[in-house]
Nanobody
Framework: VQLQASGGGLVQAGGSLRLSCTAS????????IGWFRQIPEKEREILAI????????RYVDSVKSRFTISRDNTKNTVYLQMNSLQPEDTAVYYC??????????????????????WGQGTQVTVSS
């Protein structure tokens, strides 16, 4: 599966953005999709994940009240709606796919090692 992330940009603090991750290729529905972000010189961190078929979702506590992950199977696209953005949300955001079975490893502190397909990243900059 190939992933294409888009939707990043510059937004003022308190604003919103919606990121998109469009998947293509064979057996797209077999993959769980995760959104990550990375700040320079920091590890890539998981934010949220969603299954294609069941619609199950999980969030890390730091974004649970502000971010929403969703999917549109008709468009093979996963979204990350981000509200109440703050300057500390500034990062490159990535979507990734894994064919592993659903488990806590997929949204734990080492989740980045559980995904084997990555989109190219989209920059989000939040100004104060």
């Amino acid at each position: 599966v190939q992933l294409q992330a888009s939707g990043g940009g510059l937004v003022q603090a308190g604003g919103s953005l919606r990121l998109s991750c469009t998947a293509s290729g064979r057996n797209v529905n077999d993959y769980i999709i995760g959104w990550f972000r990375q700040i320079p010189e920091k590890e890539r961190e998981i934010l949220a994940i969603i299954s294609w078929t069941g619609g199950a979702t999980r969030y890390v506590d730091s974004v649970k009240s502000r971010f929403t992950i969703s999917r549109d199977n008709t468009k093979n696209t996963v979204y990350l709606q981000m509200n109440s953005l703050q300057p500390e949300d500034t990062a490159v955001y990535y979507c990734a796919a894994t064919s592993r079975r659903w488990s806590t490893d997929l949204y734990g502190p080492y989740a980045r090692y559980r995904y084997d397909r990555w989109g190219q990243g989209t920059q989000v900059t939040v100004s104060s």
